[in-house]
T-cell receptor, first 113, second 111 residues
Framework: DTGVSQDPRHKITKRGQNVTFRCDPISEHNRLYWYRQTLGQGPEFLTYFQNEAQLEKSRLLSDRFSAERPKGSFSTLEIQRTEQGDSAMYLC???????????FGEGSRLTVL | GEDVEQSLFLSVREGDSSVINCTYT??????LYWYKQEPGAGLQLLTYIFSNMDMKQDQRLTVLLNKKDKHLSLRIADTQTGDSAIYFCAESAGGSYIPTFGRGTSLIVHP
């Protein structure tokens, strides 16, 4: 399967712990996006990368959140000192710039107790 | 800022056509998308349309774009129970190209 893959699919953690999510995009895609989705809402943009450069961050991305894409391939999203309000589905998507085909992974669901 | 609006629910009978509507505000939109999401899953790209088109058909799916009114619709012909899901409309503009999503329309197909 050469789609977008995310790991882990589910994560349950206690408030105050750190968590990290990984996204492996489709191999030839140079743009990678992170979105957050809460119940009953559409995906909300967090940040995106073009190759290894992080080009834009949403105001939703507080100081506790950090994202990297060190070699322009996979990306990680880390949340430090998790809060209950961080509970959500974290979605990764990738695309080749200039085309329309934006593909999403299955998401990583975070539950903060 | 950009805004994408959808009605929240649509209920149809199996075999009928479904039409899901979406309006957006960004007049510089380049691509407009329809995604399907089933419970607990990610978003599945159904189809997308480039802004210089007004219609796109793909098997049971027909997308209509009215750029003047900033209105996008998705028609599903011969709707089946397997089509029950949440459908998201999204638009992206040139330049930064960050897709903005609506809240989704929950499609319920009943026998």
């Amino acid at each position: 399967d050469t789609g977008v893959s995310q790991d882990p699919r589910h994560k349950i953690t206690k408030r105050g712990q750190n968590v990290t999510f990984r996204c492996d995009p489709i191999s030839e895609h140079n743009r990678l996006y992170w979105y957050r989705q809460t119940l009953g809402q559409g995906p909300e943009f967090l940040t995106y990368f073009q190759n290894e450069a992080q080009l834009e961050k949403s105001r939703l991305l507080s100081d506790r959140f950090s994202a990297e894409r060190p070699k322009g391939s996979f990306s990680t999203l880390e949340i430090q000192r998790t809060e209950q309000g961080d509970s959500a589905m974290y979605l990764c998507a990738s695309i080749t710039q200039g085309t329309g085909e934006l593909f999403f992974g299955e998401g990583s669901r975070l539950t903060v107790l | 800022g950009e805004d994408v609006e959808q009605s929240l629910f649509l209920s149809v009978r199996e075999g009928d056509s479904s039409v899901i509507n979406c309006t957006y505000t960004d007049s510089s939109s380049t691509y407009l998308y329809w995604y399907k999401q089933e419970p607990g899953a990610g978003l599945q790209l159904l189809t997308y349309i480039f802004s210089n088109m007004d219609m796109k058909q793909d098997q049971r799916l027909t997308v209509l774009l009215n750029k003047k009114d900033k209105h996008l619709s998705l028609r599903i012909a011969d709707t089946q129970t397997g089509d029950s899901a949440i459908y998201f409309c999204a638009e992206s503009a040139g330049g930064s190209y960050i897709p903005t999503f609506g809240r989704g329309t929950s499609l319920i197909v009943h026998p």
